[in-house]
């Protein structure tokens, strides 16, 4: 793929302290952020729009899921921020997704617009216990079809179903994947994940890593170590 910043550090941290600690080490030509739920219910827009003035592209990861109207407007919402990715959860269904395609549509330079399939925090059985029978990868690959229909540009999903969406539905649609663990690595709560060269080799156009760099002793060179393996690929 064309994009050589194929790293996504995910910002899980309490505060604004504590994540600039790791922003001030990070080189926007070499990844590009993303703010969560935590991050942004405690600092909002103005911290997003603080990462963005020193250059770096933000991922907004807030997983709209509502009813159409809403996430059509939290999507808008999130481009006047001038974000770079925005996410949906691909479940609240084809015409909720549909809507906000259709809102990001009528704007100038949108962001990217991402569906959440299955969270990679799930297995078969979590998903059974919640009422959806099969495989992860059957429920992504369901998401993953309704996504393209509606024109969204690419999904969130694990390393593991990267081969199988890409065989279905071609390399153009992008393919974003958390559950990304360097081996020896903690897996923490996440249950379908791969390395980094495994995730990059299936085809995944961007990888979202947390805690193997926040956490790291030193995440800078945590963040580089892993960007070289993937340049080397
Ligand atoms: O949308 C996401 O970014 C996301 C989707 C998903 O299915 N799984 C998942 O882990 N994420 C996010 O990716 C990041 C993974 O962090 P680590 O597990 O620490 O590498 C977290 O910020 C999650 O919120």
Redo the contacts with the bound molecule.
């Keep these: 793929m064309s994009d050589s910043k194929r790293i996504i550090v995910?910002l899980?941290f309490a505060g604004e302290n504590s994540a600039l600690a790791l922003v001030d080490q990070l080189d926007p030509s070499r990844c590009r952020l993303?703010v969560?739920k935590e991050l942004f219910t405690r600092l909002g827009p103005r911290f997003v729009e603080l990462l963005q003035g020193r250059g770096f592209e933000v991922f907004l990861?807030l997983?709209f899921h509502d009813i159409p109207n809403t996430v059509a407007a939290a999507c808008a919402a999130a481009a006047d921020l001038g974000v770079w990715m925005v996410?949906v959860h691909a479940s609240g269904g084809s015409r909720m997704m549909a809507a906000a395609r259709e809102r990001l549509d009528q704007l100038g330079d949108p962001p990217l617009l991402i569906g959440?399939t299955v969270?990679?925090?799930l297995d078969r059985d979590d998903l059974a216990a919640i009422g959806c029978p099969g495989t992860p990868e059957e429920r992504v690959l369901a998401l993953a079809r309704l996504g393209q229909q509606v024109g969204l540009d690419g999904i969130?999903c694990s390393p593991l179903e990267v081969k199988p969406v890409q065989a279905d539905l071609g390399r153009d649609f992008l393919l974003v994947t958390?559950?990304?663990r360097p081996a020896g690595s903690a897996a923490?709560d996440?249950k379908r994940v791969m390395t980094p060269a495994e995730a990059v080799s299936a085809g995944a156009h961007f990888l979202?890593?947390?805690?193997?760099i926040t956490q790291a002793p030193d995440p800078m060179s945590a963040m580089m170590q892993i960007d070289d393996t993937l340049r080397a690929l």
């Excluded at 979202?208 to 193997?212: D, K, M, S």
């Design positions: 995910a899980d993303k969560g990861d997983k996410n959440v969270l990679t925090s969130v958390p559950g990304v923490g996440q979202v890593i947390g805690r193997p």
